[in-house]
């Protein structure tokens, strides 16, 4: 049946198309989704809303039901982090012109353009590389499309991943180079570093690349980059790194490490955690023409005009993008997060080198005081305590007696969100600037309290040892937060 408001919805139309892609119905489209995932029957939707003041009063209703994690003690992260966001920002992006012109076209740039040339020449700065795309969805989106770049300039078809990832981005990832490059995972030891004799043992002249990230999905920073950077090279592979740049001011990037392609999320530059997170992925690389002409995503430069001293700023190399070749496009490209970007480009400008090395160091420092109070409760285990970790930690509450479900609802019984629950045993813990010591002394005493086994002593004892860890892990840069 046909309608008059879908586009080719005509029987005869929808059979020509599904024809040329060789399926046979459109419910082959959605072969991918599992059948538990796929609605069988019609949406469950409420009558009709009488008027707009019965409709506001609903979705108000609905809107209350949020708790925002600025209305509690949060330690949730797992992508979307809490970060201190100056005011400024805001102030900024709001503006009409930045805030409503779709994708920056010249009918309707009023300095879009350049806010965006500046964001790509920060983020090159502090990446130590050359050239830096404008952003694209998300971080997910970036290092799928790194992947791909990988394969189109080696040819190959194999790609090895190292150290934790997300499941969600390991799913996005997967999704966006099926067909083109397949995957083989080296998970993380025990301790939280790579295996490297694992990576040895798959690394071959088949393989595009070493995908690894920094942190990774658990808060590691991994000191292997290097070396990972020789493996490929050595076989005629790339490297791959994903990188959180808020790291920057105090971690080598990943540049001078040897990486080929650096990718990595925005959100951390200046966006709130907005139910979600605003996101924007970046990818950087060398001014060599063999990366920048693979990247199908919008580069912006600068050039003179024919006004002595007056400069224009748009599209660099427009004809490798998808806008350009259409069907003939390396990838489809699609609308940038370009509001992100500048949302970045004024938090970069805000923060300049010492205020990254400042807030870089703050967020050490607080993780590092967090893992040595949480590991010092009797029950409470941090497998990779003793590698170097930004941001985010695994806790194992597993000789507890109780499991992360039942520790969550104890923490938000109490106004906390003690961290995202990995599985039943671990808890993914997240501490950045915005905490201060006396909330990471709140966390470690919300596990410390609860009775444990009679093996671990009193719940008094428990928190007198919490206490004592507590004191002798206290660094003087966890007094506050830093901004």
């Not at 353009?113 to 404008?134: G, H, I, K």
């Not at 150290?163 to 490059?181: C, E, H, N, Q």
């Not at 592979?237 to 001011?249: M, N, R």
């Amino acid at each position: 049946m046909s309608h008059p408001y879908i586009p080719n919805a005509v029987p005869a139309v929808k059979a020509a198309m599904l024809e040329a892609i060789g399926l046979s119905s459109t419910e082959e489209l959605y072969r991918a989704i599992p059948a538990a995932l796929r609605m069988d029957r019609p949406l469950d939707l409420p009558a009709p809303a009488r008027s707009e003041a019965e409709l506001l009063r609903h979705v108000r209703g609905i809107l209350a039901r949020n708790v925002s994690t600025q209305d509690t003690l949060s330690f949730l992260g797992g992508g979307t982090f809490p970060h201190h966001v100056p005011a400024v920002v805001d102030e900024v992006i709001n503006r009409g012109e930045f805030l409503t012109a779709y994708a920056g076209e010249p009918y309707e740039d009023h300095g879009r353009f350049q806010a965006l040339f500046e964001y790509c020449s920060q983020m090159a700065e502090l990446l130590e590389l050359d050239v830096v795309n404008v952003p694209v969805y998300d971080g997910f989106q970036a290092a799928a499309t790194a992947l791909r770049m990988a394969g189109r300039l080696t040819g190959r078809r194999d790609v090895v991943t190292v150290g934790a990832i997300g499941a969600d981005k390991r799913s996005r990832i997967d999704d966006y180079v099926a067909g083109a490059l397949d995957i083989v995972a080296i998970p993380p030891a025990r301790n939280g570093t790579i295996d490297r004799a694992a990576v040895r043992a798959v690394i071959d002249e088949n393989v595009a690349a070493i995908y690894v990230e920094t942190p990774d999905y658990h808060g590691v920073l991994h000191t292997e980059i290097a070396a990972l950077a020789d493996m490929a090279h050595d076989v005629g592979a790339e490297l791959v790194v994903s990188c959180d740049p808020i790291s920057l001011g105090v971690v080598a990037s990943p540049a001078t490490l040897g990486a080929d392609i650096v990718c990595g999320d925005i959100q951390s530059l200046g966006v709130h955690q907005w139910f979600g997170g605003g996101h924007g992925g970046y990818i950087a690389v060398r001014d060599d023409p063999r990366y920048v002409m693979e990247l199908p995503s919008r580069l912006f430069g600068i050039a003179a005009t024919t006004v002595p001293g007056e400069y224009g700023f748009g599209d660099v190399a427009y004809e490798r993008t998808s806008f350009a070749v259409r069907e003939e496009g390396k990838e489809w490209v699609g609308t940038a997060a370009a509001l992100w970007g500048i949302a970045a480009a004024v938090y970069l400008s805000l923060m300049g080198p010492a205020g990254m090395s400042e807030v870089g160091e703050t967020i050490l420092a607080h993780t590092r005081y967090a893992i040595k109070g949480l590991a010092g409760v009797p029950g409470l285990a941090v497998p990779s305590e003793h590698a170097p970790h930004f941001r985010e930690f695994v806790v194992d509450v597993s000789e507890t007696g109780r499991n992360t479900a039942d520790w969550i609802a104890t923490g938000r019984s109490v106004g906390i969100e003690p961290g995202i629950a990995l599985d039943a045993a671990r808890l993914l813990v997240c501490v950045t600037e915005i905490h201060s010591k006396a909330d990471i002394d709140r966390l470690t005493e919300l596990f410390a309290a609860p009775p444990h086994p009679a093996r671990h002593g009193s719940a008094a004892a428990v928190t007198a040892a919490v206490a004592a860890v507590a004191a002798a892990a206290t660094p003087a840069a966890t007094e506050g937060s830093a901004r």
